[in-house]
């Protein structure tokens, strides 16, 4: 009996510290998520703010039919909101013209599919995926400007989508780059064009999430500049891949 109760007690101990790192980890991400919201309030009002602005200018230019127009009607698709969605847009080749998606297994990324947060990933995903296109796009209006994606969203340029820059890993860890079985889990596909091999390793990733779990990943690759194929490869999108050698 004394064993018994010695056991419960060691189990929900253990519990109790599962709980509390979780706990940590949730207030880490709903600090994240605020700031993120902050972010987005202050872009609505700056943009709210210039299209008064704009309509003011025009009045007084007396271009009085401009000033009371609404705007057109977006014709662009709406953004994803399930896995489905999103696979159906990244693989389509409109909505994204310069980055190419050699993700070979499907079934990775459908793994984000059916889970509480698939909302929040596929936005994630989706911001990050946007962003990717514009820095290609921001090196073919800028050429010869080397911004590295990491410098390109710190500068934020105006016209162009950026995320967060901490959501950007620009690099593996030395271990899992120098540990065969972990470095292999980042070799993607990629045309010949881009590599005889047709497979690169693919180091740079944006962090979807931060809790443990699937915490997704995607893995890119730019191939930009003279000489190069001038898009951004897409080689995985799914669950974090592993970090630790097995046996």
């Known amino acids: 009996m004394t064993q018994r109760l010695r056991d419960e007690v060691k189990r ?3 519990r109790i510290s599962e709980l509390a790192d979780e706990r940590q980890e949730l207030v880490a991400e709903t600090t994240d998520l605020t700031d993120e919201l ?10 709210r703010h210039e299209t008064r602005w704009l309509r003011a200018q025009a009045r007084d230019a007396g271009l009085y039919r401009l000033a009371a127009a609404s705007a057109p009607r977006d014709t662009r698709r709406p953004p994803p909101t399930c ?5 159906e847009q990244i693989t389509d080749g409109s909505a994204l013209p310069h980055l190419f998606f050699t993700i070979e297994d499907h079934d990775t990324v459908y793994e984000l599919s ?3 947060k698939e909302g929040l990933w596929v936005t994630r995903a ?4 946007l962003a990717l296109n514009d820095y290609a796009r921001y090196q073919f209006d800028n050429p010869g400007s080397g911004l590295g994606f990491h410098s390109y969203l710190r500068e934020t340029p105006d016209g162009y989508q950026v995320i967060p820059v901490k959501r950007l890993a620009s690099q593996e860890s030395d271990y899992v780059r120098n540990r065969g079985k972990l470095n292999e889990k980042r070799l993607f596909r990629v045309p010949t064009e881009v590599d005889p091999s047709g497979r690169v390793p693919m180091y740079a990733h944006i962090k979807l999430d931060t809790e443990y779990g699937i915490c997704p990943r995607l893995y ?3 191939h930009l500049g003279p000489g190069t194929t001038n898009r951004v490869y897409v080689g995985y999108l799914g669950r974090h891949l592993p970090v630790q050698q097995s046996n």
């Open 12 to 14: 929900l101990s253990a």
């Open 38 to 47: 902050d972010t987005a309030r202050e872009q609505l009002r700056a943009a």
């Open 83 to 87: 896995v489905g969605e999103l696979l």
């Open 114 to 116: 059916d889970s509480r």
């Open 126 to 129: 989706w911001e990050a995926l």
């Open 220 to 222: 890119f690759y730019p």
